[in-house]
């Protein structure tokens, strides 16, 4: 896809909705691999170079994430990318399988996703 302004406003709407509906902070949205590059190293660390390969990487502890555009075919699957990094940002101590990509069909078929807790701990008796 072609990354022009209306483009942008679209993804940078949806995000702001998919954010609100899975109950995270809104983070920050990179689309090109030159904003990849330009941001500090400590914030792309892991992904900086490569991030150009996938169509989207989420950076958690900087609540970053990188959009491929460019690489990115269609509507659907811009869709689909921007959901799945944000089920990451969601669950972030969960990895892909069965059960992430259910929540990833869930979040696309507009489930809202309750704050994050921390489980308490049960003590036994």
């Known amino acids: 896809m072609k990354l022009d302004p209306d483009l942008k406003l679209q993804i940078l ?22 904003e990849v590059l330009d941001a500090p190293k400590e914030m792309t660390e892991g992904r900086r170079t490569s991030a150009y390969k996938y169509y989207g990487v989420s950076y958690l502890l900087h609540n970053l994430v990188f959009i491929n555009v460019r690489k990115i075919p269609d509507e ?40 994050y807790r921390k489980r308490s701990k049960i003590s036994a008796i």
């Open 13 to 34: 709407e949806k995000v702001g909705i998919y954010s609100n509906r899975f109950s995270i902070p809104e983070p920050q949205i990179l689309l090109t691999t030159k």
């Open 76 to 115: 659907k699957t811009l869709e689909n990318t921007l959901v799945h990094e944000l089920i990451h940002m969601r669950f972030p101590y969960l990895a892909h399988g069965k059960r992430f990509n259910k929540l990833v069909r869930r979040g696309l078929g507009g489930k809202t996703f309750p704050p």
